[in-house]
């Protein structure tokens, strides 16, 4: 069995898993549900693809999905702080619009529900220094073929586990989650941490949805995130709300797609449609046997209307 | 000035009708932005829902499962909780009335046994959810995200193996004739029939259930606030399980009413995203059965227009999806801007 392929594949499946789940993290430990990363995402992959197309460059891809998504996450803050309104509808309705929005624009732009082919994110290539005794071919083993989101994911958990942690700004950002009403009172800006918390969220799945397109197939097709902005949420969720496991959880999830595929080709006659059941299917049983709750923040997801009613 | 006042205050019919207008007026920008006239576009809406006899029959068909879903929605959001699993469920169930329908006979009663059966399908699909959610404590929007794609994958790869009809098209052999609903031929409308009606019929019962029966109250006073509900003797914990079954029930209903009301079937592609509409339809309709059932006809002109829009001016009918999404979000804002207004003119008066 080709292992290092296996890897490979489990790597670059978890890399948008754990990219928009950790845009949700940020989201839900300030206090607001998110369940508009799956609409984030797709958005997010239309817009890297347009602006490769555009440009040539999938890194002004990456730039133009980030924008993208910080624009989603702008309309869900607005929704959910400024209108008080509940949090899972305000997140569907933005799944929605990203659903139409990306249909209309992607039928308006190529007549048809797919992009053309452009330019894909460029993978590591380290094999120049393996020629380095010892040192080199390590380097050549660990880093050739790897998606360089993926080691920016790595960073990013590292980050926000420190962020949310160990610095003052972590410390308002977790006491809007639990507590607005004190945090309010203790001089806390509990809207302006909250929208802070949906800008990085949005950049983050907006992120994700630029790996989606073009780390590997380097197209958009029509609902092409297809549940996966759900699935890091559950990540967050079996993560507990705490960066470094639910980076953990991502790469279960990541690996698990990987099986998925490789099962596929070592079993030719299972059907697609069955392998594509596999990731949900797995969701679903670990959400039955997880206690799913523990470690949730505490107001998260409850309205200020709420929270005046049974502070 | 009173009158307005008091409308201002509580008027969930003007959120409903400023959110279509403000969602339609975007929706005219965004069509204008990309060269098109808004105003042909509206017209093309128009003359393809309700132009001629056989437009208004098929809008009034393309509204039939849009109702079961609303309705299904409606239900499940009285009592606090969000099905967005509609769609899943309206596979399962018009797959199960397909295969009952087929397989088994009972003359004209074909057609109520495929109801049942889609009924309980619909009610099981939505156990799992509303199970990880009360046991478990995650959402029920991510349980039932997950049971969609997996009704989905099933019912299309059943469709497309085992069960598939005919190698030229992605249907499941034919129902019994008794598993129809009567259509209205004698008026030449072939396309319509009484499948309508029964939406119609089940939305009265819906009403009567939430608005005269008892379960109907500890629905809605578990979803307004389960504390109380508790302290009053509400099961809370049984309500809300039998009240998301229902909701699941509601929707499986919408594909087995797709099933013996237009296409025979079970059919890969029978459903464009009906189970999601139904979000809209039932926010829109303040989930009010007579609200769900004023929305579902206005997205099921949508609908029913959308191919004549695909065809005569080469749009996406993806843009209903927009227009939704934009309607959601208007109706989000429009209670407190209009509580905003409402304080200012108080003030002022």
Same mark, same amino acid.
């Given at each position: 069995? %080709?292992?290092?392929?296996?890897?490979?594949?489990?790597?670059?499946?978890?890399?948008?898993?754990?990219?928009?789940?950790?845009?949700?993290?940020?989201?839900?430990?300030?206090?607001?549900?998110?369940?508009?990363?799956?609409?984030?995402?797709?958005?997010?992959?239309?817009?890297?693809?347009?602006?490769?197309?555009?440009?040539?460059?999938?890194?002004?891809?990456?730039?133009?999905?980030?924008?993208?998504?910080?624009?989603?996450?702008?309309?869900?803050?607005?929704?959910?702080?400024?209108?008080?309104? %509940?949090?899972?509808?305000?997140?569907?309705?933005?799944?929605?619009?990203?659903?139409?929005?990306?249909?209309?624009?992607?039928?308006?732009?190529?007549?048809?529900?797919?992009?053309?082919?452009?330019?894909?994110?460029?993978?590591?290539?380290?094999?120049?220094?393996?020629?380095?005794?010892?040192?080199?071919?390590?380097?050549?083993?660990?880093?050739?073929?790897?998606?360089?989101?993926?080691?920016?994911?790595?960073?990013?958990?590292?980050?926000?586990?420190?962020?949310?942690?160990?610095?003052?700004?972590?410390?308002?950002?977790?006491?809007?989650?639990?507590?607005?009403?004190?945090?309010?009172?203790?001089?806390?800006?509990?809207?302006?941490?909250?929208?802070?918390?949906?800008?990085?969220?949005?950049?983050?799945?907006?992120?994700?949805?630029?790996?989606?397109?073009?780390?590997?197939?380097?197209?958009?097709?029509?609902?092409?995130?297809?549940?996966?902005?759900?699935?890091?949420?559950?990540?967050?969720?079996?993560?507990?709300?705490?960066?470094?496991?639910?980076?953990?959880?991502?790469?279960?999830?990541?690996?698990?797609?990987?099986?998925?595929?490789?099962?596929?080709?070592?079993?030719?006659?299972?059907?697609?449609?069955?392998?594509?059941?596999?990731?949900?299917?797995?969701?679903?049983?670990?959400?039955?046997?997880?206690?799913?709750?523990?470690?949730?923040?505490?107001?998260?997801?409850?309205?200020?209307?709420?929270?005046?009613?049974?502070? | 000035?009173?009158?307005?006042?008091?409308?201002?205050?509580?008027?969930?019919?003007? %959120?409903?009708?400023?959110?279509?207008?403000?969602?339609?007026?975007?929706?005219?920008?965004?069509?204008?932005?990309?060269?098109?006239?808004?105003?042909?576009?509206?017209?093309?809406?128009?003359?393809?829902?309700?132009?001629?006899?056989?437009?208004?029959?098929?809008?009034?068909?393309?509204?039939?499962?849009?109702?079961?879903?609303?309705?299904?929605?409606?239900?499940?959001?009285?009592?606090?909780?969000?099905?967005?699993?509609?769609?899943?469920?309206?596979?399962?169930?018009?797959?199960?009335?397909?295969?009952?329908?087929?397989?088994?006979?009972?003359?004209?009663?074909?057609?109520?046994?495929?109801?049942?059966?889609?009924?309980?399908?619909?009610?099981?699909?939505?156990?799992?959810?509303?199970?990880?959610?009360?046991?478990?404590?995650?959402?029920?929007?991510?349980?039932?995200?997950?049971?969609?794609?997996?009704?989905?994958?099933?019912?299309?790869?059943?469709?497309?193996?085992?069960?598939?009809?005919?190698?030229?098209?992605?249907?499941?052999?034919?129902?019994?004739?008794?598993?129809?609903?009567?259509?209205? %031929?004698?008026?030449?409308?072939?396309?319509?029939?009484?499948?309508?009606?029964?939406?119609?019929?089940?939305?009265?019962?819906?009403?009567?259930?939430?608005?005269?029966?008892?379960?109907?109250?500890?629905?809605?006073?578990?979803?307004?606030?389960?504390?109380?509900?508790?302290?009053?003797?509400?099961?809370?914990?049984?309500?809300?399980?039998?009240?998301?079954?229902?909701?699941?029930?509601?929707?499986?209903?919408?594909?087995?009413?797709?099933?013996?009301?237009?296409?025979?079937?079970?059919?890969?592609?029978?459903?464009?995203?009906?189970?999601?509409?139904?979000?809209?339809?039932?926010?829109?309709?303040?989930?009010?059965?007579?609200?769900?059932?004023?929305?579902?006809?206005?997205?099921?002109?949508?609908?029913?227009?959308?191919?004549?829009?695909?065809?005569?001016?080469?749009?996406?009918?993806?843009?209903?999806?927009?227009?939704?999404?934009?309607?959601?979000?208007?109706?989000?804002?429009?209670?407190?801007?209009?509580?905003?207004?409402?304080?200012?003119?108080?003030?002022?008066?």
């Amino acid at each position: 069995m %080709d292992w290092a392929g296996f890897i490979q594949i489990g790597l670059a499946s978890a890399t948008p898993l754990a990219l928009a789940a950790l845009g949700g993290l940020f989201s839900e430990r300030s206090g607001i549900v998110n369940i508009a990363l799956e609409g984030k995402m797709l958005f997010g992959a239309l817009c890297a693809v347009l602006a490769t197309y555009w440009t040539g460059d999938p890194w002004i891809g990456c730039g133009l999905a980030i924008l993208g998504g910080i624009a989603l996450a702008t309309a869900h803050f607005i929704n959910c702080q400024l209108f008080d309104a %509940d949090h899972v509808v305000s997140g569907a309705a933005i799944n929605i619009l990203a659903l139409g929005l990306t249909g209309f624009i992607v039928f308006g732009v190529f007549t048809s529900k797919s992009s053309v082919q452009v330019a894909t994110l460029p993978l590591f290539d380290l094999s120049n220094v393996a020629g380095i005794p010892l040192l080199g071919p390590l380097l050549d083993f660990v880093f050739t073929g790897m998606a360089p989101l993926f080691l920016f994911v790595l960073f990013a958990a590292a980050a926000t586990s420190w962020l949310l942690r160990h610095t003052p700004f972590g410390l308002r950002v977790r006491a809007c989650g639990e507590d607005p009403a004190v945090a309010t009172a203790r001089g806390v800006n509990v809207a302006g941490t909250r929208f802070l918390c949906l800008l990085v969220s949005g950049a983050l799945a907006g992120l994700a949805g630029a790996q989606l397109a073009l780390g590997d197939v380097g197209f958009f097709t029509e609902r092409m995130s297809a549940g996966r902005g759900f699935i890091a949420l559950a990540a967050v969720i079996f993560g507990r709300w705490r960066p470094l496991p639910v980076l953990a959880a991502c790469l279960f999830f990541g690996f698990a797609e990987a099986s998925a595929v490789r099962l596929k080709l070592w079993w030719q006659v299972m059907p697609d449609e069955l392998a594509l059941i596999i990731p949900f299917a797995l969701t679903l049983a670990i959400l039955l046997v997880s206690r799913g709750a523990s470690g949730m923040p505490l107001s998260l997801g409850r309205k200020q209307e709420e929270i005046e009613l049974h502070p | 000035m009173k009158d307005i006042l008091r409308q201002l205050r509580s008027g969930p019919l003007i %959120d409903s009708l400023i959110a279509v207008l403000l969602a339609a007026a975007v929706l005219s920008i965004v069509v204008a932005a990309i060269g098109h006239n808004p105003i042909t576009v509206l017209s093309l809406f128009i003359c393809g829902g309700v132009g001629d006899l056989e437009s208004i029959y098929g809008t009034l068909m393309s509204s039939m499962p849009l109702i079961f879903s609303g309705l299904s929605l409606a239900l499940a959001f009285r009592a606090g909780l969000f099905n967005i699993g509609g769609e899943g469920q309206l596979f399962v169930g018009g797959f199960a009335a397909a295969l009952a329908g087929h397989y088994l006979n009972l003359g004209s009663m074909t057609v109520v046994l495929m109801m049942a059966v889609a009924a309980a399908a619909g009610f099981a699909w939505a156990m799992v959810p509303i199970a990880i959610r009360l046991y478990r404590g995650a959402h029920e929007v991510i349980g039932c995200i997950m049971m969609n794609y997996i009704a989905i994958n099933l019912c299309l790869w059943l469709v497309r193996g085992p069960f598939r009809a005919e190698a030229s098209t992605e249907k499941t052999p034919p129902i019994q004739p008794g598993g129809w609903w009567p259509t209205l %031929d004698t008026v030449g409308a072939t396309d319509f029939n009484a499948a309508f009606f029964i939406s119609l019929i089940i939305a009265v019962l819906v009403y009567w259930m939430l608005f005269r029966l008892p379960f109907g109250f500890e629905l809605r006073a578990a979803g307004a606030n389960p504390g109380a509900a508790a302290a009053s003797g509400i099961n809370v914990r049984s309500t809300l399980i039998l009240t998301f079954g229902l909701s699941g029930a509601l929707a499986g209903l919408g594909g087995a009413a797709e099933v013996s009301g237009v296409f025979g079937s079970f059919y890969s592609q029978f459903s464009p995203g009906y189970g999601f509409d139904g979000i809209t339809v039932a926010l829109l309709g303040r989930n009010h059965p007579v609200g769900v059932v004023a929305a579902a006809l206005l997205f099921g002109m949508m609908r029913n227009a959308s191919k004549l829009l695909q065809f005569e001016a080469e749009i996406s009918a993806d843009i209903i999806f927009l227009f939704q999404g934009i309607v959601i979000i208007a109706l989000l804002a429009a209670r407190p801007i209009r509580r905003a207004v409402a304080a200012r003119l108080a003030g002022r008066a």
